[in-house]
């Protein structure tokens, strides 16, 4: 079967990330799914955005001066969702010298049109519409962004998340729905149903970060919280482990491969996941930033497709992995 293309936080290598607009474009250039990531709000509400944080995406901190915590970030909890709407949504920028900076120099200018933030319920909504006027079904891949966090901050992400998908009638494996994440206990939960309404069984991709990342941390018995090493994850013979509660493993591409002499080629992480009975689903493939090997976006698309084996590509530019897709027919 074709390996999926699934447009990553919409087609985001054309409009500002995670918005609707990002999102239809996506439907538009043929992409198998959507993925995106949530957090809650203030007022309880299953917001998307990439991120805990509103800043380097919007203009809160000149909305809300004031409203950062220490660390100087702008988190989507401390705002109810009626004010998060007010913000006004451009390309991903840093600050540098008092000065913003897009992150991919290339891709739409800063601060032009008009882009909102959105709840999932939103975009499931534009999803179903869409699927309706067009005639053509889009899948969703979403990502529990750091569930971990917001249980420290004594607050559920996982049971909100997975009722506006139930509600939007994505409760069950033909739905077109995965349910992603770095935190394996996050999946766990999902699997094993705890706390949660009955009768949704979706399936559940476990994102694996590198080495040594502090994308992930666990509670120990005297109630700390500590970094969860995702290290056991990229040895081959622990994919059954994974298996255990998750259907699909979600690398980053880049540990898919092994590049000796300029010759790139599968590592055997992807055949030992197939082995295990789960799918093989990397992220995240950029035309504006390709690793040493690839001259081009279809040379990453060749190795991962054609020698590696994926089930689906996750990328800013859905448009270049579908015409590569379905030209192996
Ligand atoms: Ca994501």
Known sequence: ?????????????????????????????GADAVECDVVLTKDGHVLVNHGLWLDGVSDVARKFPGRARADGHF???????DEILTLEVTDRYRVEDGR????????????????????????????????????????????LKTPWWHEREGVDLVRPTLDALASAGYRTRDDQCWVLSFDPR?????RCGTGLAAGVDLPLTQLIAEVGSDETY??????????????????????????????????????????ESHVVASNGMAAAAHDAGLLVAPWALRA???????LSMNDVLEVLIGQVGVDSVTTDFPDIARAFVDRLG
């Open 186 to 190: 996050a999946l766990e939960r999902i």
């Open 218 to 259: 666990e509670q120990g018995p005297d109630g700390s919280w500590r970094r969860y090493d995702h290290a056991w994850m990229h040895e081959l013979g622990e994919m059954p482990r994974i298996r255990a509660y998750a259907d699909a493993i979600g690398p980053d591409y880049h540990d898919l491969v092994r590049v």
């Open 100 to 143: 913003e900076v897009p992150v991919f120099p290339d891709r739409f200018p800063l601060w032009q049109s008009d882009f909102r933030f959105h709840t999932l319920q939103s975009q499931l909504e534009l999803i179903r519409g869409l699927e309706r006027s067009t005639g053509r079904s889009m899948g969703v891949f979403v990502e």
């Open 1 to 29: 079967m074709s390996p999926l293309v699934v447009a990553h936080r919409g087609a985001s290598g054309y409009l500002p990330e995670s918005t609707l607009e990002a999102m239809a474009l996506a439907h538009g250039q």
């Open 75 to 81: 988190y989507a909890l401390d705002f109810a969702l």
């Open 288 to 294: 504006d930033q390709l690793p040493p090997w690839a």
